[in-house]
């Protein structure tokens, strides 16, 4: 099931938020996407009954810091350019190796090109903006029933915050395990 959200040809700077939602259209987890400058990402993810946890991945400092939000505590791990790659790309992997364009249509106002990826009887569709290559939405189905979708309900082509790329003050650092 296609979950990630950034392609290779995005923007330096946005803020992307993201609802996905199950098939009974109830809210499971909200994903905020800030980039700065290309090199710089943040991803908070919030799950329904879960605590906050975010992700900044630094390529500038090769760092990528967790953070877990409840406990004020950080871990630290290596970003190679490799890594970097793979979390920039992943749907854009996903696509030019399994899936193939099925259609155009306009969502939140961006035209889009659908990409389907299939298999068996399942199948992800995901609209992928012509203006800045961010994906705006992915459905994913079982025969014609929707079990999950991600839906656009933010986007911003400003630059955000630096302030959002650094370790709070507060965190403790923690051993990963």
């Given at each position: 099931?296609?979950?990630?959200?950034?392609?290779?040809?995005?923007?330096?700077?946005?803020?992307?938020?993201?609802?996905?939602?199950?098939?009974?259209?109830?809210?499971?987890?909200?994903?905020?996407?800030?980039?700065?400058?290309?090199?710089?990402?943040?991803?908070?993810?919030?799950?329904?009954?879960?605590?906050?946890?975010?992700?900044?991945?630094?390529?500038?400092?090769?760092?990528?810091?967790?953070?877990?939000?409840?406990?004020?505590?950080?871990?630290?791990?290596?970003?190679?350019?490799?890594?970097?790659?793979?979390?920039?790309?992943?749907?854009?992997?996903?696509?030019?190796?399994?899936?193939?364009?099925?259609?155009?249509?306009?969502?939140?106002?961006?035209?889009?090109?659908?990409?389907?990826?299939?298999?068996?009887?399942?199948?992800?569709?995901?609209?992928?903006?012509?203006?800045?290559?961010?994906?705006?939405?992915?459905?994913h189905q079982v025969g014609a029933r929707v079990t999950y979708q991600v839906d656009t309900v933010e986007l911003s082509l400003v630059k955000p915050n630096a302030a959002l790329f650094e370790l709070p003050k507060d965190f403790k650092k923690i051993q990963s395990e």
């Amino acid at each position: 099931m296609l979950t990630s959200i950034v392609m290779a040809g995005c923007p330096k700077n946005y803020l992307l938020v993201h609802e996905h939602r199950d098939g009974n259209q109830n809210l499971m987890m909200t994903q905020k996407y800030y980039c700065l400058g290309g090199n710089k990402l943040r991803i908070d993810t919030a799950a329904v009954d879960s605590a906050e946890i975010i992700n900044i991945y630094r390529l500038d400092k090769k760092v990528l810091w967790t953070l877990y939000m409840d406990a004020k505590q950080y871990t630290e791990s290596p970003l190679d350019k490799k890594t970097w790659d793979l979390v920039q790309n992943a749907i854009a992997n996903l696509v030019q190796e399994y899936g193939k364009k099925v259609g155009e249509d306009t969502y939140k106002g961006y035209p889009c090109n659908i990409y389907e990826i299939a298999e068996k009887e399942e199948k992800s569709l995901a609209y992928v903006s012509k203006t800045n290559d961010l994906v705006l939405k992915i459905q994913h189905q079982v025969g014609a029933r929707v079990t999950y979708q991600v839906d656009t309900v933010e986007l911003s082509l400003v630059k955000p915050n630096a302030a959002l790329f650094e370790l709070p003050k507060d965190f403790k650092k923690i051993q990963s395990e």
